[in-house]
């Protein structure tokens, strides 16, 4: 089954190019392929794929867009967010227990490490943040 099918989305209209609010993210390589193929993605210039799936900048909600710029190479021990303005930026998470990105990797493979993608919509945090109250509690 497609992952289109498995997740419902919602168009949100503040950023510069079209995004969905996703009740979750793709967890494969296959289904984030497939997701970006369902928005019509395309490739950057360095021929990478430009489909994305990450949290909001106050981490209320995961978004699933086609970024309109590069897709780069980001710093182990930080995870993703797509900020107000619609640019792609980072989240320290060297505080969580596991799960936080070990090596550099490119931003539209952040889909490797769930735990960046796991968030408390209704506190606006990092389930794996030791911050994060109601640490216990998966959304």
Same mark, same amino acid.
């Given at each position: /089954?497609?992952y ?5 989305? *919602?168009?949100? +209209?503040?950023?510069? #190019? ?6 979750? !993210? ?18 950057? +210039?360095?021929?990478?794929? @430009?489909? /994305?799936c990450?949290?909001? @900048? ?9 970024y $309109? *710029?590069?897709? &780069?190479?980001?710093? +182990?021990?930080? !995870?993703?967010?797509?900020? $107000? ?5 980072? $989240?320290? !998470?060297?505080?969580?227990n596991?799960?936080?990105?070990? &090596? ?8 490797? #490490? %769930? &735990?960046?993608?796991?968030?408390? +919509? @209704?506190?606006? !945090? #990092?389930?794996? $943040?030791? %911050?994060?109250?109601?640490?216990? @509690? &998966?959304?």
């Amino acid at each position: /089954m497609f992952y289109f099918l498995l997740v419902k989305s *919602y168009p949100v +209209k503040q950023y510069r #190019f079209p995004v969905n609010e996703v009740n979750s !993210c793709p967890t494969t390589n296959q289904s984030w392929y497939e997701a970006g193929v369902q928005l019509n993605c395309t490739y950057d +210039k360095n021929n990478r794929f @430009q489909y /994305m799936c990450i949290p909001n @900048q106050a981490k209320t909600a995961l978004l699933e867009f086609c970024y $309109d *710029y590069f897709i &780069r190479l980001h710093e +182990k021990g930080h !995870c993703l967010h797509l900020t $107000d303005s619609g640019t792609v930026n980072e $989240d320290s !998470c060297k505080s969580f227990n596991d799960g936080c990105p070990y &090596r550099p990797y490119l931003s539209n493979n952040i889909f490797l #490490f %769930q &735990r960046c993608l796991n968030i408390n +919509k @209704q506190l606006g !945090c #990092f389930i794996d $943040d030791p %911050q994060c109250p109601l640490v216990n @509690q &998966r959304h």
